[in-house]
């Protein structure tokens, strides 16, 4: 802002301006002060956090190095390269009694024979196929890491170290498995955490391995996707990231080599700040302070100066309202007192211009109101018409004179209630002004006509009530609108009371179906399970059991395929690849197969796409169309008709069943009344219009156009 400009603000403006040179500077210094030391404690925790991190990175280092070398040893010991299961080396069933960090101990070879355990159960190939890293330690030159998993046999998390076993060929043939328990190796290495930190180990593939808090809860889930990009990230610095327990925490990340792990320090940014936070609220507070005193100063000093002008400007305004005895004299003096001056001087102007045309002023307003669309009108002190100006006839329906000396409850051809009218006489009665009042007419022709009046109470000099005057609008085409929409609403209101109808129709046929598909089966198998449960060990080879066996896999495959298709039936996995064509058709060859009715899709073109939405209801539409035919008409065939390449589109489906009386039928509500509301209503919805042709004996048919 220019200073020449300043100089013609208001006092108090002023005074602000001035206020704010004096304070933006300090402010300006406080805030930087808080800055930098929001930057130093940033920078000491980013310190502590790093080497928390790398520390606890090299322990796990060394501890994996520890046991690579014992592993080594094991491996060279000539019982264990025998790989004989029936002379196992001692040191393998005490190895774990000895160093209870670990589950187990095995030797096995390549193909997965388990020679020798700790535990007295064995682990299984397949079992062990399924521990991470087996795979890839069967190839391995040294040791591997294996990923965090649940131990088959312990049911402990563990990563179970594997390296080689060289036969005396010096050829790799089989390998020492070493199960670590993973909640005591992170009670041994995590135990000197600091209280306020959080430490957590996570192994190649992003799961937790070990955490310094609540490991039995974290351990084997994956990381955050926060945490997840930050181990992927091979920055320096620390990071900001929302921990997996809502806490947000300033993390640091390192490296264990030989396990390919990474490991996450972090401390709660609430302490790596709370100095600088405390800092920060005393700054504030001070800052605070010092403008509200400095506020208090301007307001003080501008109070002085202001107030002999606030009275001059007072003196002014009574004038301007026909005080015409206050005068205010003032030839010099600050903006403000030259402004009041020139502002007495245009009211005393005004005053005269106004008793000049206050009588021109009538004239036009009778004019205005006879080219308006609205109306005038005015009322006694016993709300009795005395004036009417404007379209009263043609906005009403009803001239002036049948109006004039009544009252509007009087009025016998108004098409209100008497309720709605002692509401009207109510707000009259009140005397306080009032806006949009509806009032409805009907004229002798039938037709309604609707107002909204607005209206202020009158007073004469000696403060008597003397009647109203107002002005009315024309509002008789927003109310026909607002009718339309209400009948609008109670259709949309009935449409979505079918449809949830439908919906919990289609839920009860095919919570049918499941049942009547598949209990039959899942009984017949507990039958089969239970004999034999029952039949001793010798018995479960002969024929018959064999032949239990081969009836429980039918049964399986049968009760596969029934879930296959009632999930079909619910949303065909065709229509997402394919299209309309191509899902009517592979539900139509499962539907014949299930029903015995011969079903005939015709399409004389290719596949076409439609929306995603069209092609579901339209899908719905056949299917609950064949489902009727199949299940009420008693059909021996079927014909799906289907013209999808130009507008309109069409599908038609026409059996040759029993045929009924659709009117009948629609008028009774029965399950195959509700199944065709189901389908009008879903093509209207979809935009199209939906026909039905029936008749008993002369089967049904379908059509449905968008």
Request: hydrophobic share 45%; with cysteine; proline share 4%.
């Amino acid at each position: 802002m220019p200073l020449w400009s300043l100089y013609r603000q208001s006092v108090r403006t002023q005074l602000l301006w001035l206020l704010g040179a004096a304070m933006l500077p300090l402010l300006g210094l406080l805030f930087r002060q808080i800055y930098l030391e929001r930057l130093e404690a940033r920078e000491r925790a980013n310190d502590q956090v790093r080497i928390l991190a790398q520390q606890t990175a090299q322990n796990l280092n060394l501890v994996l190095r520890d046991y690579e070398a014992v592993l080594q040893r094991i491996g060279l010991r000539p019982s264990v390269r025998a790989l004989d299961a029936r002379a196992c080396d001692p040191l393998i069933a005490e190895f774990v009694r000895l160093y209870p960090g670990f589950t187990n101990l095995v030797v096995q070879d390549l193909k997965g024979g388990n020679d020798c355990s700790f535990l007295d159960s064995k682990i299984t190939p397949e079992q062990l196929a399924l521990v991470p890293g087996y795979v890839q330690a069967r190839t391995a030159e040294g040791m591997t890491v294996g990923g965090v998993s649940v131990g088959p046999l312990s049911g402990r998390w563990v990563v179970v170290l594997f390296h080689p076993v060289r036969n005396v060929q010096g050829e790799v043939a089989g390998l020492v498995s070493l199960s670590i328990d993973l909640e005591v190796l992170g009670e041994r290495l995590l135990a000197a955490v600091p209280s306020n930190a959080l430490v957590a180990v996570s192994d190649a593939q992003g799961r937790m391995l070990l955490r310094s808090k609540d490991a039995s809860f974290w351990m084997g889930l994956p990381l955050p996707d926060a945490l997840r990009a930050m181990v992927g990230d091979d920055q320096a610095d620390a990071s900001q990231v929302l921990s997996a327990d809502g806490v947000e925490r300033l993390f640091a990340v390192a490296d264990v080599p030989l396990a390919g792990w990474r490991v996450l320090a972090g401390v709660p940014t609430a302490e790596v700040f709370a100095e600088a936070d405390r800092s920060f609220r005393w700054g504030a507070m001070s800052a605070l302070g010092l403008v509200v005193l400095a506020l208090l100063l301007v307001w003080r000093i501008s109070q002085r100066i202001v107030r002999p002008i606030d009275a001059l400007h007072s003196a002014a305004a009574k004038v301007s309202a026909g005080q015409t005895q206050a005068r205010v004299m003032l030839e010099v003096g600050p903006r403000e007192l030259q402004a009041v001056a020139v502002e007495f001087n245009r009211m005393l102007d005004s005053r005269e211009r106004f008793l000049t045309h206050l009588a021109g002023s009538e004239e036009r307003f009778r004019t205005l109101a006879s080219l308006s669309a609205d109306w005038y009108w005015e009322q006694d002190a016993q709300y009795r018409f005395v004036r009417l100006e404007g379209g009263i006839e043609q906005n009403m329906g009803m001239s002036e004179q049948a109006f004039l000396g009544k009252t509007g409850w009087e009025l016998s051809t108004l098409n209100m209630t008497p309720e709605d009218w002692r509401a009207h006489q109510a707000v009259l009665q009140a005397r306080m002004p009032f806006r949009d009042l509806v009032v409805a007419h009907q004229d002798p022709r039938g037709h309604v006509h609707w107002g909204a009046v607005s209206g202020t109470p009158v007073w004469d000099a000696q403060g008597r009530f003397v009647g109203y005057r107002g002005v009315g609008r024309n509002i008789t085409d927003a109310k026909r609108q607002e009718q339309e929409r209400l009948r609008m609403s109670l259709h949309i209101e009935e449409l979505s009371r079918r449809l949830v109808q439908s919906q919990e129709e289609a839920r009860r046929r095919f919570s049918r179906e499941l049942h009547d598909r598949t209990s039959p089966n899942l009984a017949a198998l507990r039958i089969n399970l239970d004999m034999l449960s029952q039949a001793p060990p010798q018995q479960r080879s002969a024929p018959e059991y064999e032949e239990r066996l081969e009836d429980m896999r039918a049964l399986i495959e049968d009760t596969t395929l029934s879930v296959r298709e009632i999930c079909a039936e619910l949303h065909p996995p065709v229509l997402d690849r394919g299209g309309l064509l191509a899902v009517v058709r592979s539900y139509a060859e499962p539907f014949a197969r299930r029903t015995g009715v011969q079903v005939q899709v015709l399409c004389e073109h290719a596949e076409v796409r439609l929306a995603p939405d069209l092609e579901l209801a339209l899908f719905r539409v056949v299917q609950e169309a064949l489902t009727n035919a199949a299940k009420h008409a008693h059909a021996r065939s079927i014909t799906v008709q289907l013209q999808l390449q130009d507008r309109p589109l069409r599908i038609c489906i026409a059996d040759d069943g029993v045929g009924f009386d659709v009117e009948q039928v629609m008028r009774e509500r029965r399950t195959a009344g509700l199944g065709l509301i189901n389908m009008r209503e879903t093509t209207e919805f979809a935009g199209g219009r939906f026909s039905l042709e029936s008749a008993p004996g002369q089967g049904t048919r379908i059509c449905v156009e968008i």
